[in-house]
């Protein structure tokens, strides 16, 4: 579980990063938690994008998302959500 002040700080880093997932009509496949699952590897900290209509179903997909990847939810704002899972190797350093 993240701090806030680290949370605070990942969204400070999330600002400027662009999505690197997409959900778009085909909904939360595998094959689409696959990419999740691997950008968190490499990356630590990922945007997705949800392109669901209401907002508690993009909220379930979220959560859904963090559950199945293990990962903390960073922020979520309109259709982009934002994950943080520490790699085996980190590259993101907190104060």
Same mark, same amino acid.
Request: hydrophobic fraction near 40%; charge should be positive.
């Given at each position: 579980?993240?701090?806030?002040?680290?949370?605070?700080?990942?969204?400070?880093? !999330?600002?400027?990063?662009?999505?690197?997932? +997409?959900?778009?009509?085909?909904?939360?496949?595998?094959?689409?938690?696959?990419? +999740?699952?691997? !950008?968190?590897?490499?990356?630590?900290?990922?945007?997705?994008?949800?392109?669901?209509?209401?907002?508690?179903?993009?909220?379930?997909?979220?959560?859904?998302?963090?559950?199945?990847?293990?990962?903390?939810?960073?922020?979520?704002?309109?259709? +982009?959500?934002?994950?943080?899972?520490?790699?085996?190797?980190?590259?993101?350093?907190?104060?």
């Amino acid at each position: 579980m993240l701090s806030e002040k680290h949370r605070k700080q990942l969204r400070k880093l !999330a600002h400027h990063r662009k999505v690197i997932v +997409i959900i778009g009509q085909h909904g939360l496949t595998d094959n689409v938690m696959a990419e +999740i699952d691997q !950008a968190l590897s490499v990356h630590e900290l990922v945007k997705v994008r949800i392109n669901a209509g209401e907002r508690e179903e993009r909220n379930a997909l979220i959560d859904r998302i963090a559950q199945q990847t293990h990962s903390d939810v960073v922020q979520r704002i309109g259709h +982009i959500g934002t994950f943080f899972r520490r790699a085996d190797k980190p590259k993101i350093e907190f104060n």
